[in-house]
């Protein structure tokens, strides 16, 4: 029997548990919190060690800044993440920081995976394969030895898969290390949120197809390729809006992955532990706080966050 706690009615949050497994994950009395709202569509939370949330905001071209103190607050705009004439759509995807602190955006606008320099202005690190330009890096995640693994959809792109400015004839998942750029798999047609598991052996892919809305699985290999992947989990026939899209884990091996209907909370086995009904569609998540136990939570025009028992598997020093 699945049993619903209502949180926050006027929000319209809500638990849904699948399995008794979820108790020792959402704490009694949790609740879904609206922080901000009146956005674009929201998009790759990322929290900085300094104690505040990055996020992005499709088709806009600024990163906003939440903090407790400050709440919302413009952190980067201008013309590094406004139209460059190459068919991307203004602003940026998702963010994450490498071991080093420094903060990585797939930026939509120029098709590229940037970093931010010290002066401020974001610098190219990868934007093309075999002498063709990316479609739209959509989400990254690191491992631990350094390399950079992220997807490659059309979402970033003015008119999407059927823009004229595509170079490449598939979506991709690709891995940048020293260099080099290395595609991993171009089997699915909507790669999307990109994660690890939390000893690494395992790579999560969200693949936003309406038509098969699954998480993959991939074996990571030794040298760092992936095996043949296996769906890992598939809610092509769950009731509620949205797609797999971002998705995050925690130290559990829990994934956490923003789907029809709200946040799946997924067992390391692929046994679905519950929902997180959020008021709004969610896009994506990203664990925060001084003790990674909350999660914030970008869903269409708004930012959310809920706290939970477990601490969360998070990018940066």
Known sequence: MIAIVILTAWQGGAIERLDPALDSIVPAGARVEQLAGGFNFTEGPVWVPGGYLLFTDNNVAVLHKWSPKDSVTTFLQGADLDRAGIGGSPGADGLTLDRSGRLYVADDSHRRIARLSGNGRLETVVD????????????????????????????????????????????????????????????????????????????????????????????????????????????????????????KVDRRGNVYGTGPGGIWIISPAGEARGRIHVPETPANCAWGDANGKTLYITAVKGLYRIRLNVAGVRPGP
């Open 128 to 247: 093309s394969y075999q002498g063709k330009r990316l479609n739209s890096p959509n989400d990254m995640v690191f491992k631990s030895d350094g390399s950079l693994y992220f997807t490659d959809p059309a979402y970033g792109l003015d008119s999407g898969y059927a823009d004229s400015h595509r170079e490449l004839d598939f979506a991709g998942v690709y891995r940048w290390k020293d260099g080099r750029l290395d595609l991993l798999t171009k089997e699915l047609s909507h790669p999307n949120g990109i994660a690890f598991s939390p000893e690494e052996r395992f790579l999560y892919v969200a693949n936003s197809d309406e038509a098969r809305k699954i998480w993959m699985r991939y074996p990571v290999l030794p040298d760092g390729s992936l095996g043949a992947g296996t769906v890992f989990f598939d809610a092509s026939q769950a009731e509620g809006k949205g797609l797999p899209d971002g998705m």
